[in-house]
C-alpha cells in the first residue's frame, strides 16, 4: 500500500473556517442593525443641543457659581419718568446689581471682620483639653485631637516648681464659638474646659 501525502490541509482548513466564521458574524452584525431594537422609544426623547457652558458640578452641593454674565448692551433712552404727585414721598431705588462681584465679596468679607471685631469682648478663648506632666502624653493628646480634625499647640508652664504641658486650641474671639467647640470636644469622650484671657 502507498501512502498518498497531503499538501495544505490544516492552513487551507483554517483560513476557509475563519472566512465562513467572518462572513456569518457580519451577516448577524447586519440583521441586528437593521431591526428596530424592542422596549426602546426613539422619538420620546427630544434632542437637545450641547450647552457650551455647561458645569458638570452643578448637581453636586457647596460653592454656588453665578452664571456668566453676557455682556451689557446699551438699552434704547427711555422717556422721562412720570413726576411723582406733590406731597408722597420719593420711592426708594434699590442699588443696581453690581458687575464686579470680587468687589462685592471683598467689600462683604470687610463688612463681616468689622462687625466681628465690633463684637468682640475684649477677651480671647481657649478651649484646654489636658494638662499633662510628661510632653510625651502632651503629644498624645495633640495627636488625637488631629485626628478630630483639630489643630491644638503644647504649651509648656511652670506650676509649683514643676513643669505643666497644657493642650490648647485657640485662640479665638468669640466664646460662642469656643463653647461650640468644647461642646463638640465633649461629645467626641474629651475633657475639655473653656479659658479666658484678657487681650
Known amino acids: 500500500m502507498r501512502h498518498q501525502q497531503q499538501r495544505g490541509g490544516t492552513i487551507l482548513g483554517f483560513i476557509l473556517g475563519l472566512l465562513i466564521g467572518l462572513g456569518i458574524a457580519f451577516g448577524v452584525a447586519v440583521y441586528v442593525s437593521k431591526i428596530p431594537m424592542p422596549f426602546v422609544n426613539r422619538d420620546a426623547q427630544p434632542h437637545t443641543p450641547p450647552q457650551p457652558n455647561w458645569n458638570p458640578n452643578t448637581a453636586l452641593g457647596g460653592k454656588v457659581t453665578p452664571p456668566p454674565v453676557a455682556p451689557a448692551v446699551p438699552a434704547a433712552p427711555a422717556d422721562a419718568p412720570p413726576e411723582a404727585a ?59 485631637l488631629g485626628l478630630l480634625g483639630q489643630e491644638a499647640r503644647v504649651s509648656e508652664r511652670e506650676q509649683n516648681g514643676r513643669p505643666v504641658f497644657r493642650v490648647r486650641i485657640g485662640p479665638m474671639d468669640q466664646r460662642a464659638e469656643a463653647e461650640a467647640l468644647k461642646k463638640q470636644l465633649d461629645g467626641a469622650g474629651m475633657d475639655a474646659a473653656l479659658v479666658r484671657i484678657q487681650r
Not at 86 to 111: E, I, M, N, Y
Not at 131 to 138: I, L, M, T, V, Y
Request: aromatic share 6%.
Open 86 to 144: 406733590p406731597g408722597t414721598a420719593p420711592a426708594t431705588a434699590t442699588p443696581p446689581a453690581s458687575t464686579d462681584p470680587l468687589g462685592d465679596l471683598a467689600q462683604a468679607q470687610l463688612q463681616k471682620a468689622q462687625a466681628k471685631a465690633a463684637a468682640t469682648d475684649g477677651y480671647q478663648y481657649f478651649v484646654q483639653v489636658g494638662a499633662f506632666r510628661s510632653k510625651a502624653d502632651a503629644d498624645a493628646q495633640r495627636a488625637k
